[in-house]
Every structure is written in C-alpha cells, then in structure tokens.
C-alpha cells in the first residue's frame, strides 16, 4: 500500500440527501474522488479529493481530440459490511492497453490498486448493501495538456469517482442489428474503452431508439454480416443448449463479464461456444426455434436479456423460457460478486 | 447580426507578452473567445468573454465519451487592415455535419457567423498582418451534461477559442503508407472531424515518427489498398501531369482546402482526376518515375509537399521538381485567401 495518499475531506456530505432505496445508474456522486496528475513526464501520486468541478483550458486537448480512456467497475457490501470488488485486476490492465492505445501514459498499478482501496475506505458509506445496488466506480484518464496541434497532450488527468448506482436496464430490452452504421474499424481502437468509441454510437443508436428499440447489435463495417457487440456489453447467444460468443479482436471488447460468463458457464457444464457467429445464423435459429436466448454482458448491465431484435425490417421474438441461461448465470456471477456464494475461481477481490 | 452578443472584455491584455515574428502553431491563444451553451432543448444566445478556464464536472460526457466535434479555420489581415475568411460557411455547415452524426444538437448560422465576426472584431489586434501568418480559428463543441449513462448529453458548449499562428509543419514531409492501423471504419464517423477520430491516429502516427516520418498516409481498414488521407490533411498525387486525389466517403473528411485546390487547379488547366487512388499505382508510379509529386492539403498546413514516402519497408524518394503543383497552387490559394489576388471563385469573405 502507498502510505501517503494524501487525504483531503470534503466539508459537508451529501449522503443524506440519498435515497439509497431508488437509486438510478449513475446519477449521483459519491462525496470524494481519486486525483492523479501525469505532468514532465510522470504520474504525481493520488490524492483523495473532494468530489468537485475541473478547471481546464479551453485549449486542453480532451475537448478537441478526444484522447481519453475509461473503465467501468463496481463494489459491493455484503451483510457483515465487507466490501468486494470483482476481478479489479483486470480493469487496470485494461485501462492500460486502452491508454497505450490512445498514446496516453500506462499508470503503475500501485496508484490505481491503492488509490482506489484508500477512496472506498473514506467513502465506505456510500457503498450501497441493499441487493441489486452497488458502487459504480468509473476511472478515467484524459489529456488535460493544452494546445491546438493534432498531437498527443504533454499533461493527463486520473481519476476515479464513484456513484451508489441501482439497474442499469431495467427489464428486457429489444435490440436493431445494424446494417449500415459501425462502430469500430480493423486496426482502429474499437477494443480500447477509448471515449470516441462510444459518442459515434449515439446517433445509430438514436435511430434505433426512434424504431423501438433500446440497443444496437454492431456487426463488423466490412460486411455486416457479423454479430459483434452491443453499446456496453458483450452479446451471447443461445442456439438450443448450446451457449455461442463472438471471439474478441481487434474490433472488440475484451469484457471480463464476458469471459467470466464463458467460465461459469464451462463450470456449470453448459456447452459454450467461441466462434465467429453470422446473423444469417441467429435469424435462421430464430425461425427455426433453435434461438433460445440472446442476452449482454457487461459490468453496468451484468446480464442483460434480450426479448427480440430487429433485422432488415423484420422483428423476430425470443420464446419466454422458464429456466433461463440468463437468469441462472446472472445468479451465479451476483452471488460470487455479493460474496454470497463461494467463489472456486478467486476473482472476488476483499478491501481492506 | 445578431445585435445583442454580449461582450465581457478581459481586463488585462496579454498581447504585449507575445512575438508576432516568431509564432508557433496554436500555442498562444487570444484574450476573448465566443461562448454558448446549449440548455433545456436550445443554444443560448453566443457571448464575447475572456479566454479563460472552463469549470467542468467529472462525470460532464466529454470526458468519458468522446462527445466532440471542432472546425480549424484562419482570418488573414491584409496591408489595409481589412479582415478575411475563407469559405466560412463550409466550416459551420460541416461542423454540424459533424455534429449529427456525434448526436449533438446543430447550431444555427447567425449564432456561428455573428459570434465569430464579433470576436473577431474584439480580438482584431490578435489577428497577424505577416505573410505565412493568420490567426488560427478553432470552433469546437463538447458535451458539458454530466451523467455515467452512455448515452448523449443534456447540455453542450459551443465554443470559438482563436490562437495566432506561424506554419504548422516546416518543410516538406516525410510520409508512412499505413498497413496496419487505421483512422476510421465503414460506417463510422471518418468523415466527421470528431475528436475521437484524433487520439485514434496518435500511437500509429507515434510508431510512424519513431520511424522517421513525420505523418500517417491512411489506407482503408479492410484492405489497406486505396489510399485515403493524413492525420489532418487530404491527399493528392501528381502522376505525369496529372493530379489525383481520392473521392471522399463515409471515411473521409470533406476538406475545404481539398475542394477549393481541385477547382482551382481545374481553372489552371492542369488535368485533375478524382477517383480512387491505390497504394499499388502509387508505388509503381514512384517506381517508374511517373509519380511527379505528393502533397498533402488541410486548413492547417495549407499544402504539405511530401518528400517522399515508406511503405512494407521500402523508402520512396519523390524528385526534387522545379516548378511544382504544390507551390503553384499554395501560391494561387493563399494569395486568394489574404486577398493578394481577386477571386473569381467567391470564396474570400470579408469580416466587416
Ligand atoms: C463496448 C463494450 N463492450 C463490452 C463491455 C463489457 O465489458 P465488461 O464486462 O468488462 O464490463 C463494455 C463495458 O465495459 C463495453 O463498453
Ligand atoms: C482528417 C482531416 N482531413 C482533412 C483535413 C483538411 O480539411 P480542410 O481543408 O477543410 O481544413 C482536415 C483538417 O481540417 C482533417 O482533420
């Protein structure tokens, strides 16, 4: 542990005006944040800061390149007030592949383990215990370097800030596969938590919204005949018993929903494919009956169950299963997560 | 005009500080610059305030998603103290071009153009007189709505910050025919000048300049056959004498300097054909010696020469001409747009 992550309290909380019992998904702000600068080429140790606002130049390079990268985690209490993390690891290597992708300095794991142990601790009350909650944790870097040359910032900002955060979805949502819209390129950042990657998802999204639906499906830009992901979630599909994802590349996301998902499944002897799936594929299961289930997954979402999509103007139903792979699945990772159930893989993460 | 732009000047200047004789690329920034937020559903009328920090939220979307659009324009003064643009309202109509497609609310014309013209006239002095000099002009919006929810935000800020500027690159460049990255998908937001397009180009521009380039020649992302464009500039090639530069696309930016060098150089007489353009006609041309010249056009550099170019490791040295296309048309270009010659193409555009 660094012993001198500077801690700075914030005057007042705000946790009293909390209605932990209807919590939306990131919409209110823990009372503290970690802050850590990159500047003459190296990362300044994180402070704990108050929750507050960032003064930047105009100039600074985030508002104009988009040179920024996140992460999306989450930590849970169990009911003798121990708080968990899930695979946190795997976030800040992530978070480093993304950065070294954007050209943006990689963090020593110390500041990103510590500084976020030392957060959860001055902030252990706002860690929400009721089931279904949790405390989203979003770290972000960004370039904060000024200048108006098309190159990368000489100064970066990280920080993680916190939000107790309730469903992401709430229910069972209906999803467009794409056809003509992309949302990642061969060679591009498209498996980077990149900023960029998710702004140019708005619009087609939007669209998709306007025809009824709540996600799009991305298919490859190159044929679309692909299935790839979805917004903020890795997609699995169901074709009689067996369970099939897409491979990750360079396209795509390597989620740790998804390849924890992959292993539950394997463990609970569940036949689990990795290969490339056509959408030809999935509208064929679909009209044939073999289409049992589709659903995400993703750390906001954890498992997301689709109830149709929409493809070349046709919407095709899932069937309304009584044992769902979604359901037991979603079970199975919450209770390893919530520290209800043993955890035989050792992604449970304890911090004190 | 809109008449009620409210102006709130700085109250100091910082223009004694700076040496107009020695001006770098977009390092200096002016004391005022235009501001106009988008609230509750509409653009707030666009006001003159200093140049100063902007005070943001840590959950506010441009730092976590990427939601940015920006132009690059440049006001020329000329030896009677008369201020000009170039072609402007190509600027602020792809700006919401870029705009829509990055699901951020289109701004109307008066708000660009008036606020524009009133900086300019508060910030007049800034504007450089010396030839190869201009005062950069960067418009840019960022979504300012906070939330972790990806999804687009609820307010945006639209702002015109300007900077007085000498060349962007010095000399002729050094360029890398791109094999493996790529800067944009089929489908995705290539042709809009987003920021995310940017901090994608970053690392493989770095690996390029590690190299010994100085710049990226994009290709396309499935094949990386056809020859695309630079970091921030469209690409043209002389073969024989005739001058080629690409269609744009989905992928491509639309350049105003691209546009404006194909009419003029039509109005020459000199041959242009605008079609595709493979990395292999490219390499055979510089091996036969039919490839004359390459050079690349932006707002920016105006036209970058190219030296010559790599490409699966093997170096191309272009020939040193005499009476190039690239100095000819920077010539007849510049000498429009700092109104040093007349204009049948209508494009300059007094501030007044
Ligand atoms: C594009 C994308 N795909 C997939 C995922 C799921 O990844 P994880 O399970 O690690 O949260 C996310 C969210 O993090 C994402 O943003
Ligand atoms: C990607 C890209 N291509 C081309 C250009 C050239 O466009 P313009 O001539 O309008 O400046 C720019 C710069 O604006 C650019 O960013």
């Known amino acids: 542990m660094i012993n001198n992550i500077e801690i700075i309290k914030a005057k007042t909380t705000k946790i009293n005006d909390?209605?932990?019992?209807?919590?939306?998904?990131?919409?209110?702000?823990?009372?503290?944040?970690?802050?850590?600068?990159?500047?003459?080429?190296?990362?300044?140790?994180?402070?704990?800061?108050?929750?507050?606002?960032?003064?930047?130049?105009?100039s600074a390079k985030i508002f104009h390149y988009g040179q920024s990268v996140f992460e999306g985690m989450k930590a849970y209490k169990d009911e003798n007030e121990n708080v968990w993390l899930f695979r946190p690891l795997d976030n800040f290597k992530?978070?480093?592949?993304?950065?070294?992708?954007?050209?943006?300095?990689?963090?020593?794991?110390?500041?990103?383990?510590?500084?976020?142990k030392t957060l959860l601790q001055v902030d252990n009350e706002w860690?929400?215990?009721?089931?279904?909650?949790?405390?989203?944790?979003?770290?972000?870097?960004?370039?904060?370097?000024?200048?108006?040359?098309?190159?990368?910032?000489?100064?970066?900002?990280?920080?993680i800030a916190t939000a107790p955060s309730g469903a992401y979805f709430s229910g069972k949502v209906k999803v467009l596969i794409e056809e003509k819209y992309s949302r990642s390129a061969n060679g591009g950042v498209g498996y980077a938590k990149a900023g960029g990657n998710y702004a140019g998802q708005f619009y087609p999204t939007q669209?998709?919204?306007?025809?009824?639906?709540?996600?799009?499906?991305?298919?490859?830009d190159n044929t679309h005949e692909y299935i790839e992901e979805a917004g903020a979630?890795?997609?699995?599909?169901?074709?009689?018993?067996?369970?099939?994802?897409?491979?990750?590349?360079?396209?795509i996301l390597d989620g740790i929903t998804r390849k924890s998902i992959i292993e539950l499944?394997?463990?609970?002897?569940?036949?689990?494919?990795?290969?490339?799936?056509?959408?030809?594929e999935v509208v064929s299961a679909a009209k044939d009956g073999s289409l049992k289930e589709m659903f995400g997954a993703g750390t906001a979402a954890v498992i997301s169950p689709i109830a149709?999509?929409?493809y070349k103007g046709t919407d095709y139903d899932l069937p309304e299963l009584e044992n769902t792979y979604a359901s037991s699945l979603k079970k199975r990772i919450t209770d390893i997560q919530t520290n209800k159930a043993e955890d035989p893989f050792g992604w449970r993460y304890k911090v004190e």
């Open 265 to 280: 499944a394997e463990a609970e002897g569940i036949p689990v494919e990795v290969r490339k799936l056509t959408v030809h």
């Open 18 to 58: 909390v209605d932990f019992d209807n919590l939306k998904f990131g919409h209110v702000f823990s009372d503290h944040m970690l802050e850590c600068k990159f500047k003459d080429g190296k990362w300044e140790t994180p402070k704990v800061v108050p929750y507050q606002a960032l003064s930047l130049d105009p």
């Open 127 to 159: 860690i929400p215990q009721k089931g279904g909650s949790s405390l989203y944790i979003r770290p972000f870097v960004f370039a904060s370097g000024n200048g108006f040359h098309a190159s990368p910032a000489d100064e970066y900002t990280f920080i």
């Open 308 to 310: 149709g999509f929409g």
């Open 94 to 116: 992530r978070l480093n592949i993304s950065s070294k992708r954007l050209a943006i300095p990689e963090l020593p794991e110390n500041y990103f383990m510590d500084g976020l």
């Open 207 to 220: 669209l998709a919204i306007d025809k009824g639906y709540q996600q799009v499906i991305w298919t490859d």
């Open 233 to 251: 979630m890795n997609i699995f599909v169901r074709i009689n018993d067996t369970l099939v994802t897409g491979p990750t590349s360079d396209r």
